[in-house]
């Protein structure tokens, strides 16, 4: 399937470029810098990104451009680091500035093919040490700041386009035409839509399974059941899917999964194993100890399925995994991508039972599961949810996980997120989340002396997860929640708000 290449120099906004052109209705892939031209053209590219980068073309050791590249006339676009290695091999000159230009700054005359119907002021954001200070043969300048002269660079008729600044972010508001003028000269058809892409993942997933069966182990989460619909779409009762409800979910989610899944006709199991689960979990407070006790519970739950169908139905040769994007360029170990905590997937399965591993979303990031997750038919409160861990609210119970106390933490979230939906502040929010700390702490309602739980409330705004930034939530809005928390639920008489970013901190407290 042709593509647009994203070459990877290390940037944190590589996956963002890679997201802006998915988001035009073309199909890109991230490949690493050090990819090598069998590598680039065996992905059909009609064009290539160069990411920015950290480093200066001038260190040791710096990535440089895949050999013979340039020779293959294919469009190309450098933003920061790609643009001062474009023009360093093509013969300009780059520099070490002695101040770093860092923030927004405002393009002066700008012009040429990629800012072709582009208006008005254009705020710009830069993010740089090195800038190009003489042109490469062949080259003009297209725009400058007030700090540097040669802010982009472009030889239409090698159809080779450079920025110093970052078009793919937020804080550059008409980056999106660029981007958009850089596909229109690729050539690209845009058609990577929803529809498109189920009907690519439908006919691929037919022709690799054929006859043969299916398992899935269904979390509740987006991913699995958006991977259940497709599979349930494409194969029918070929499908075994699997919900193991551990009882750690939110208020009445587990429910509700159930409903939108057998309403489209499923074939699924639903085993609610929470008693065993929380068996398991008994004496245990510490985070990491937690998340292998409920790993090895989910393993065992889900053999235990997988024996019992095979005992009916004979072999089944695939096992279905919701695995997405960016997990496979982490696991590839992308350059700027920081270490995550394991997710709990279905990693310990026996080799005895020799499954072939089916990720169809293997291409795909989260915002095209959930609009495939709405086109499939999930309605679309599931299908816009938060992120939630896999193991649950297991972790945001600090300490120990009791009935009770998972009771009072449900409570509170479900307070939270509600006010959250009513006052719409949902879907500007990346996640939010409520945790039940060990800490007691004297107060006082009515006349009386209460001595009871704080917990803590978190919301933030992020891109992938990876780095994130506490919500400016109004505090009229905290004031509320504060208020119907201490109000109904006795277990709890003090609110805190986590204004802490990630990093230092994590998203969740564990
Ligand atoms: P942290 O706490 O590491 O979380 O900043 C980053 C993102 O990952 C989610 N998370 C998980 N997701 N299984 C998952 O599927 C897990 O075990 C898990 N642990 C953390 C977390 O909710 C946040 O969105």
């Known amino acids: 399937m042709a593509s647009i290449v994203v070459l990877d120099y290390g940037s944190q906004y590589t996956r963002l470029i890679a997201r802006r052109l998915r988001e035009l209705g073309v199909f890109s892939t991230i490949l690493q810098a ?54 360093k091999e093509l013969g300009g000159e780059v520099v070490r500035s002695p101040v770093r230009e860092y923030g927004k700054a405002l393009l002066t005359g700008y012009r040429g093919e990629l800012f072709g119907g582009v208006e008005g002021d254009f705020v710009a954001w830069m993010s740089h040490g090195d800038a190009v200070m003489s042109l490469p043969e062949g080259f003009g300048v297209v725009a400058s700041t007030q700090d540097t002269e040669i802010a982009a660079m472009e030889s239409s008729g090698r159809g080779i386009y450079c920025m110093q600044f970052h078009p793919e972010v937020q804080h550059t508001p008409k980056g999106r035409t660029l981007i958009e003028n850089f596909v229109r000269r690729t050539g690209m058809v845009r058609d990577w839509t929803p529809e498109h892409i189920l009907e690519v993942m439908t006919r691929e997933v037919k022709e690799r399974v054929g ?83 409920i790993g090895r519970e989910f393993i065992e739950v889900f053999n235990a399925q997988v024996k019992a169908k095979q005992a009916e139905l004979g072999a089944i040769r695939f096992l279905a995994q919701g695995t997405l994007y960016p997990d496979v360029i982490e696991s590839a170990g992308g350059h700027g991508a920081a270490n995550i905590k394991s997710h709990h997937n279905v990693g310990g399965l026996p080799e005895d039972l020799q499954f072939e591993l089916l990720e169809p979303f293997r291409t795909l990031f989260k915002d095209e599961v959930r609009e495939l997750a709405t086109l499939l038919g999930l309605p679309s409160y599931l299908a816009g949810r938060h992120p939630f861990p896999g193991p649950g609210l297991a972790i945001r119970c600090l300490g120990e996980v009791t009935q009770g106390r998972l009771e009072v933490l449900r409570r509170v979230d479900d307070i939270f997120i509600s006010a959250l939906r009513e006052f719409g502040l949902y879907d500007e929010t990346w996640q939010a ?42 505090h009229d809005f905290l004031a509320t929640v504060s208020n119907r928390i201490v109000n109904s639920v006795p277990e709890v008489n003090r609110v805190v708000f986590d204004i802490t970013s990630k990093p230092p901190g994590t998203i969740e407290w564990e």
């Not at 002396?449 to 400016?472: F, I, K, N, P, Q």
């Open 433 to 474: 989340l409520a945790v039940l700390t060990p800490l007691r702490s004297v107060g006082v309602m009515g006349d009386q002396r209460t001595y009871e739980s704080t917990v803590a409330l978190r919301a933030v705004s992020s891109v992938d997860g990876m780095t994130a930034d506490w919500t400016r939530l109004p």
């Open 34 to 87: 050090d990819a090598s031209l069998p590598d680039i053209l065996a992905h059909d590219p009609a064009g290539v990104v160069l990411s920015g980068g950290p480093k200066s073309v001038y260190d040791p050791d710096t990535p440089g451009l895949p050999d013979g590249l340039l020779d293959t006339g294919l469009p190309l676009f450098g933003i920061c680091y790609g643009m001062q290695l474009l023009a």
């Open 211 to 293: 006859d043969e069966r299916v398992m899935l182990a269904i979390s509740g989460g987006v991913d699995s059941s958006t991977l259940g619909l497709l599979l349930n779409r494409a194969l029918g009762d070929n499908l075994q899917a699997v919900f193991v409800d551990h009882g750690l979910l939110r208020a009445g989610e587990a429910e509700e999964v159930e409903k939108a899944l057998t309403g489209v006709g499923m074939n699924l199991t639903v085993v609610d194993a929470s008693e065993q689960f929380l068996g398991a979990l008994v004496g245990v407070s510490d985070p990491e100890d937690k998340r292998r006790a």
